[in-house]
C-alpha cells in the first residue's frame, strides 16, 4: 500500500465514521411531544448519564441498573415526564443486564426504526409524551406478546404499588 492510497483509504473510513455518528444521532425521536424542555432545564434535572440516554440514545451498561433488580408490584414511570410506562407485571429477567418488560402500558411509548448500529435495523423505544429514548424493543420475549422491551434503568423511576 502506497501513501497515497493509504491516505485514501483513511479518508474513507473517517467519512463512514462521521455518517454513523450522524446516523446513531438520528436515533432520537423528534416531536412535537407534550411535555417539551430547553437543552439546559434538561440539564438541570438529570444527571450526565441521564442526559446522554434519555437526550442523546446513549446505553447504560449492563448490570448497573438497581431496577434490574427490583422485584416489588408497582408502575415504572418516566424520569422525564413522570408518565407511567410499564407495570412490575410485565417485567421478567431476560439475562441481558438492563430491565426488560414484555409489554409497555396502554398509549406509553412510541417506536421508531433505529439504524445507528452498523447493518443492523431496531426498533428504537421513547417516551410517548416527552420523548426521552428508553431502550429498544426486540422480537426474542416470552409469551404472550414475543417482544423484549430492553430499557435503560436510568430513564425510569419506580413507584412501588
Given at each position: 500500500?502506497n ?38 432545564e434538561?440539564?438541570?434535572?438529570l ?5 446522554a440516554?434519555?437526550?442523546e440514545a ?27 410506562l410499564?407495570?412490575?407485571e410485565?417485567?421478567y ?7 426488560s ?5 396502554p398509549?406509553?411509548?412510541g417506536t421508531?426504526?433505529?439504524?445507528s ?21 426486540f ?14 434503568g436510568?430513564s ?5 404499588a
Amino acid at each position: 500500500m502506497n501513501r497515497r492510497s493509504f491516505l485514501g483509504w483513511t479518508a474513507s473510513l473517517g467519512a463512514a465514521w462521521a455518517a454513523l455518528s450522524r446516523r446513531a444521532a438520528a436515533a432520537i425521536a423528534e416531536g412535537p411531544f407534550e411535555v417539551t424542555r430547553t437543552e439546559a432545564e434538561w440539564r438541570a434535572m438529570l444527571s450526565d448519564l441521564q442526559y446522554a440516554v434519555m437526550r442523546e440514545a446513549a446505553t447504560e451498561r449492563a448490570f448497573t441498573s438497581p431496577l434490574n433488580d427490583e422485584h416489588r408490584q408497582g408502575i415504572f414511570h418516566c424520569r422525564g415526564c413522570d408518565l407511567a410506562l410499564y407495570s412490575s407485571e410485565t417485567k421478567y429477567d431476560s439475562g441481558t443486564g438492563w430491565p426488560s418488560f414484555y409489554d409497555a402500558l396502554p398509549n406509553a411509548i412510541g417506536t421508531m426504526e433505529d439504524r445507528s448500529l452498523f447493518f443492523q435495523v431496531r426498533t428504537e423505544c421513547h417516551c410517548r409524551r416527552c420523548g426521552s429514548h428508553l431502550g429498544h424493543v426486540f422480537n426474542d420475549g416470552p409469551r404472550p406478546t414475543g417482544k423484549r422491551h430492553c430499557i435503560n434503568g436510568v430513564s425510569l423511576v419506580f413507584r412501588p404499588a
